[in-house]
Each structure stands twice: as C-alpha cells, then as structure tokens.
C-alpha cells in the first residue's frame, strides 16, 4: 500500500526559509511523477512544484520560481520543498501526491499525503 508522509512543517517568520519532506513507501516509483500543492484556508488547492523520480525533471508554479526547490533522494525514498524566502501568502497546508505521468491538476495524482502545516507570520 503506497503511503506518503509529509513532514517538517511549522511557523516561520517572514523572509525565512523551512524544508518539507515527503516519505514515500509501498512500491517503486521510478515512473512516478512526485507533486506539492497547497491549501489556503478559503483558497483552492494549486499546484506548487513537482517533479519526476526518474529523471529529476523539475516543474514549478510561477510562485514558486526562485523562491521554492523541489528535489529527491532515491536511496531515502523522499522528496523534499526547500522554500526561501517565505511570505505569509504561503501560509497553507501543504501536500505530497504522487502520480503516473501526472502535471500540474490534481486529479492526475492519484495518491496523496495527509499534509503538513506551513504557517509564515509578517
């Protein structure tokens, strides 16, 4: 069964930097497609970053861009979010999803984490 477990959350203070994990286990996922989306409160879940397990082929909402790293370590099965930089508009839930050819829409994904908690206060 495919569990991913996201962690690494907290609170941080304006133009400070966190990194999320993301634990992926129950199958090889050399054909997967490793995603972060987020959820404001209010807000739709969007995409923020992704990126390929195989190749390492990285894409990024233009939000992300500049400020937000996503990258893997096959040996550990994870998958991380460097954010640098952070505004309190980052203020969300954030997930992990994994998917097979999967992009930037949610639906592609088809398993998800539980999230983790990224508060930025001003």
């Known amino acids: 069964q495919v569990q991913l477990v996201e962690s690494g959350g907290g609170l941080v203070q304006a133009g400070g930097s966190l990194r999320i994990s993301c634990a992926a286990s129950?199958?090889?996922?050399?054909?997967?497609?490793m995603g972060w989306f987020r959820q404001a409160p209010g807000k739709e879940r969007e995409f923020v970053a992704s990126?390929?397990?195989?190749?390492?082929?990285?894409y990024y909402a233009d939000f992300a861009k500049g400020r937000f790293t996503v990258s893997r370590d096959n040996a550990k099965n994870t998958m991380y979010l460097q954010m640098n930089t952070l505004k309190p508009e980052d203020t969300a839930v954030y997930y992990c999803?994994?998917?097979?050819?999967?992009?930037?829409?949610?639906?592609?994904?088809?398993?998800w984490g539980q999230g983790t908690q990224v508060t930025v206060s001003s």
């Open positions: 999803a994994a998917g097979v050819l999967a992009g930037r829409r949610g639906d592609e994904y088809a398993y």
């Open positions: 129950g199958r090889t996922f050399g054909s997967y497609v």
């Open positions: 990126i390929s397990w195989s190749v390492g082929l990285r």
